[in-house]
């Protein structure tokens, strides 16, 4: 139980820092800048919920700094945007698909819950993990939106009203 408790606490002065990290580089702007530079490219991703871009940006954001509890506020507003765009709440949109697939698979740039858990172990080399899991990330990312893309295909959205 003690050490359960030590390791608790570790933990939690881990997201701690990294939260206040997140807060001072929003405080600054950069999640939003990010957010702006992200928007074009996330509308390649998600072409019919132009609204839901900047949630959907702030949301990967937040991911990407490793910030998860953070990103699901922009999450939630993202699907609702989505959700009301489509008109249908009880269907899921390609869109909607599509970005359950990329938070899923959400790169991180620095995995800050191993490296505290790595640390309260005791590992010797605590940052051994930091490339190898941005790469598995990315790589999950790429892989998310192509089999996304390519299930969209296989299984064109049917408009109601319309018969196979």
Known sequence: ????????????GSYMLWMGV?????SAGMV???AR????????????SEKAIVPIALNLAANFFCAGGAATPFGL????????????????TD???MFLAVNSAAIELI?????????????????????PTFVCSLVCFIAAVVFMK???????????????
Not at 78 to 91: N, P, Q
Not at 111 to 131: I, K, M, N, T, Y
Not at 159 to 164: F, L, N, S
């Open 1 to 12: 139980a003690g050490e359960a408790v030590t390791l608790c606490l570790t933990l939690a």
């Open 22 to 26: 997140l807060n001072i580089a929003r």
């Open 32 to 34: 939003e800048g990010l």
């Open 37 to 48: 530079i992200a928007k074009k490219p996330l509308s390649l991703l998600f072409p019919r």
């Open 77 to 92: 507003e993202a699907m609702r945007e989505m959700s009301e765009a489509s008109g249908k709440s009880s269907v899921a």
């Open 95 to 97: 869109d909607m698909c």
């Open 111 to 131: 995995p800050a819950g191993v490296l505290a858990l790595r640390a309260a172990a005791g590992s010797q080399d605590v940052f051994c993990v930091v490339l």
């Open 150 to 164: 390519l299930a969209q295909r296989l299984f064109p959205h049917r408009e109601e009203g319309k018969k196979r």
